[in-house]
């Protein structure tokens, strides 16, 4: 294939999970790859699409689990291509939306070896579609943020609250879980109004998918007693106001569809 040589780098964006969710071209990628570097996060119905007699290798990836330093699977990567194989590094949603991209760009580029970026349905999309709302609203919502929550171990988490609490926008918080509380109280304390609506959407396109509608107070409260263990999104904003009749400020917490 003339863009896929042996030798070559892919990173592929698997999208966030159903695989009629991948582009034609990342389905092709994964098809004619004889190595595949994946993450946890990859659905194994995208893996399925791998050759018979592909290599597939786990390169973890999932936040307080074990996982291969970054330096690792760079070089995993790169000594596969000088190896002459057709290399595709798969990667959850959009490789370059909190996906580590960079690193892998820069190692591959400093050996001399071709990379590329397919881009990937990002996990805010995903679950947007499945909440059946949109992300802008005319008016209501005119800016959208995606924003990564993911801390350290031992590290606070730090964010410029200030210009994340805008009434006007959407929030999309990636790796939020775990800092479920310091987001809502970040922007209360900044001046979003803590009736705003919150959508959480676990495991969005996937058969085990899960969704809650709560408000910015409760966010805390409804991430630590109902999300389970995929991998979740908040969606902060107006724009996730329900519109079916259902509110949040019900005496329930949240609701949930699922
Ligand atoms: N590159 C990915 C994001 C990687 S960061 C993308 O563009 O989507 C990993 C975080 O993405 C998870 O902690 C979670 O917040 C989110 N995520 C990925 N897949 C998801 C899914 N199917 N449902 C909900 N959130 C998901």
Known sequence: MNDFPQGM????????????????KAERLIASASVI?????????????????ARLVHVGKRSGRHSKA????????VEAALAGHRVVRLKGGDP??????TEELDACRAAGVAVRICP?????????????????????ARKLTFVTAHVRAGEALSL???????PEATLAVYM????????????????????????????????EER???????LLPLVARSALGDGPALLLIGQAMARRDGVTATSSAAFTVNS
């Not at 410029?160 to 805008?166: P, V, Y």
């Not at 969704?211 to 107070?217: N, P, S």
């Open 176 to 207: 939020g879980k775990s800092s479920a509380g310091a987001v809502s109280r970040g922007l209360i304390e900044a001046g979003l109004p803590g009736d705003t609506p919150v959508a959480l959407v676990e495991a969005a396109s996937l058969p």
């Open 120 to 140: 990937g349905v990002t996990a805010a999309s995903g679950a947007a579609a499945s909440l059946g709302a949109s992300l802008t609203l005319r008016g209501l």
């Open 37 to 53: 570097f994946h993450d946890a996060l990859v659905a194994p119905g995208v893996l399925a699409l791998a050759a018979p007699r």
């Open 160 to 166: 410029d609250w200030a210009s994340l609490a805008d």
């Open 96 to 101: 370059a939306i909190f996906g580590r991209a």
């Open 211 to 217: 969704q809650f509608h709560t408000r910015l107070d």
């Open 70 to 77: 970054q330096e690792t699977i760079d070089s995993l990567i």
């Open 9 to 24: 780098v892919w990173l592929v964006g698997a999208g966030p999970g159903d695989p009629e969710l991948l582009t034609r």
